[in-house]
C-alpha cells in the first residue's frame, strides 16, 4: 500500500517481553500528522491488539488525525444478538477502536453493511468488487450468471449481475450447525451457464463447495468464486482442490496460508492507497464504490 501511495513505510519498533506481551513505538515524530496504521484483524487476537495498541501510541504522541485502514474488520459476524446472552462483538470491536483514539475507518466488505452505524467516527467502507468485475470481465465467458451461496448475499450477487448485465441464482441452505449445512436448494436455472459464485469471504469453505457441486449437477459449464476474504480455516484450502470449483478469486486482506492452484489472489493495495491518498487530500472517493 505504501509503494502503491508513493512513499515509504514509517518507522515502528517492537518490543517483546519474555512471557509474549508486546509494545510498538514509532520511531520518529508523527506530532500533527495525519497517519494510517494499516493491518487487518484476522485471528490471532494479537493483531487487533497491535492495531489498538498502535492507534493509542498515534494518539498520544499528538497525531493530528489517526486513520486505521483494516482491510478485513474480524468479529463482523457477530454483529446482532441471534441468542440469548451473547455478545454483539462488532460493535465492541468499533468501540475500542474509537476508545483508543481512531478518527477514521477504511475497511473492505463488511460482513454486515449496518456496522458501520456502530462507529460515532467515520467509516469508509470499500467494496471488492472494484477489483473482481474488471477481473471478471476480463473472462469473457460467455452465458455468465451470478450466484449467491446463501440469501444474504443475494444483494451482492444482484449488484454484480446488474454491472455485468446477466441473470442470478441465488443457493438456498438450512445449517445444522455453525459451518455445517444440513441442505442446499438452489433457486434458478444455471444449465448450460459459467456460473460465478460471489460472497464477502470464505472461511470453511464448506458452503462454496456443496454450491458448487450442486450448480454442477444442475448443468452448468462451469462454476468460479470470488470471495473477498480468505479466511480459510481448517483444512479449507484442501475442500476448494477437491470441489469442482474452477477457481476460487480472493484479495489479500488476510495472507493467504498456503498457496494452491485453484487459489488466485488479487491485491486490494492499489484500491486502497487511492482511498488513502483522496481521504489526505480531502477528495472524493465516491468513484471508487462501483456496488
Known sequence: MA????THLGKVNFSRYSDGEFQPAFEESIRGTRIFIIGSTHPPAENLMEMLLMIDAAKRASARHITAVIPYFSWARQDRKDKPRVPIGAKLIAKLLEAAGATRIITMDLHADQIQGFFEKPVDHLYASAIFLPYVKKLNLNSLTIASPDMGGSKRAYS?????????VICYKERATANQISHMELIGKVKGKNVILVDDMVDTANTLAKAADLIMNKGAISVRAVCTHAVLSANAIEIVGNSQLTELVVTDSIPLKKKHSKIKVLSCAELMAEVMHNVHHNQSISSKFIM
Open 160 to 168: 454484480y449481475a446488474k454491472y455485468l448485465k446477466c441473470d442470478v
Open 3 to 6: 509503494d502503491a501511495f508513493g
